[in-house]
């Protein structure tokens, strides 16, 4: 079966320091990736996908088929990118999401 | 342009006692799921729904129950409510199964059972 593992439940940084949230995953065929966030007090939101290689908000994710991994990376980090962080996965894109225990990004000024 | 919509967004329930949570989604998504979010557990799969009709059980179904009878609608009801069942209940729709486009989320319920 497949799992997503965030193995931190809490990372804290500097504001201005480079972040990455690690996430792994175990599948064995070609699955589709999801970066979540959860602001404080708002509803979970998509924040990238890998199939579509984009950067939102300065964050990017690079899947590492020979590692099964998907780190969240943004080069300098800010105030407002405090917030819940929740990896996901799906077999395919007609199948359900999987989703990570989350790991909660904290910016310190 | 509302999105999926959930009602109450907090409930206090004594144990043994009955509620339906409500969602509704307005996007026309045939796909729509229940997950239930615990402190350092994540969100766990409930129930989902592949159409009007259809409803399959997901990794944490036992003690709920769900029926779609429209597309736009997805209620989750608990029968007898337990402790156990004191969580935040996310839920959300998507297009196609999640169609690589993800899932669009309600604001979500905060139930505690006492």
């Known amino acids: 079966a497949q799992r997503v593992t965030q193995p931190e439940k809490l990372l804290s940084v500097f504001k201005g320091a480079p972040v990455e949230l690690k996430c792994n995953y175990s599948y064995s065929g070609s699955p589709e990736l999801f970066w979540y966030v959860q602001y404080s007090r708002q509803r979970l939101q998509l924040l990238l996908r890998h199939i579509s290689r984009e950067s939102i908000k300065g964050f990017t994710a690079d899947l590492n088929k020979g590692e099964t991994s998907f780190h969240l990376k943004k080069p300098f980090a800010q105030e407002e990118d405090s917030a819940m962080y929740y990896c996901?996965?799906?077999?395919?894109?007609?199948?359900?999401?999987?989703f990570g225990k989350g790991t909660r990004l904290h910016i310190l000024p | 342009n509302a999105g999926v919509t959930q009602t109450p967004k907090f409930r206090i329930l004594k144990i043994g006692q009955s509620m339906t949570l409500q969602c509704t989604q307005d996007?026309?998504?045939?796909?729509m799921y229940w997950y239930r979010q615990d402190p350092g557990m994540g969100l766990k799969l409930i129930y989902y729904s592949v159409g009007a009709g259809i409803t399959d059980k997901g990794e944490v179904p036992n003690g709920y129950n769900v029926s779609r009878s429209t597309t736009e609608d997805f209620p989750l009801r608990l029968e007898l409510a337990a402790p156990s069942q004191t969580s935040v209940y996310f839920c959300?729709?998507?297009?196609?199964?999640?169609?690589?486009?993800?899932?669009?989320f309600g604001s979500g319920t905060r139930l505690t059972v006492v």
């Open positions: 996007m026309n998504h045939n796909y």
């Open positions: 996901a996965l799906s077999k395919n894109r007609d199948d359900k999401i999987i």
């Open positions: 959300a729709s998507s297009q196609l199964g999640q169609g690589g486009y993800g899932y669009t």
